[in-house]
């Protein structure tokens, strides 16, 4: 699995992340600390701490560079 920090801090950052996620064939995972969520479910997005980075984990064979694109201002590079 591939792994990128992301912060959602307002809900437009939500909704950006939301549509980007849904025109993805891969399955996408959103985790905060032991909670998991499925990455296109907008009620699991909101289920998770979003005051801090969250995880999104995709497979490894990812290579959705329209997706990337699209969420590149919401990673979080430390």
């Known amino acids: 699995m ?3 920090k992301i ?3 307002t809900i437009d950052d939500v909704k950006v992340f ?3 996620a849904a ?3 891969e399955d996408l995972d959103l ?3 032991r909670y998991v969520v499925d990455a296109k479910s907008i009620m699991g997005i909101f289920s998770l701490d979003l005051s801090k980075p969250i995880t999104l ?3 490894e064979s990812f290579n959705d560079e329209e ?4 969420i590149e ?3 979080v590079t430390e």
């Open 67 to 70: 997706f990337i694109s699209a």
């Open 23 to 25: 025109g993805c064939s």
């Open 31 to 33: 985790s905060s600390g």
């Open 57 to 59: 984990s995709v497979p």
């Open 73 to 75: 201002k919401l990673i």
């Open 7 to 9: 912060m959602l801090k």
């Open 18 to 20: 939301s549509a980007a």
């Open 2 to 4: 591939k792994e990128y």
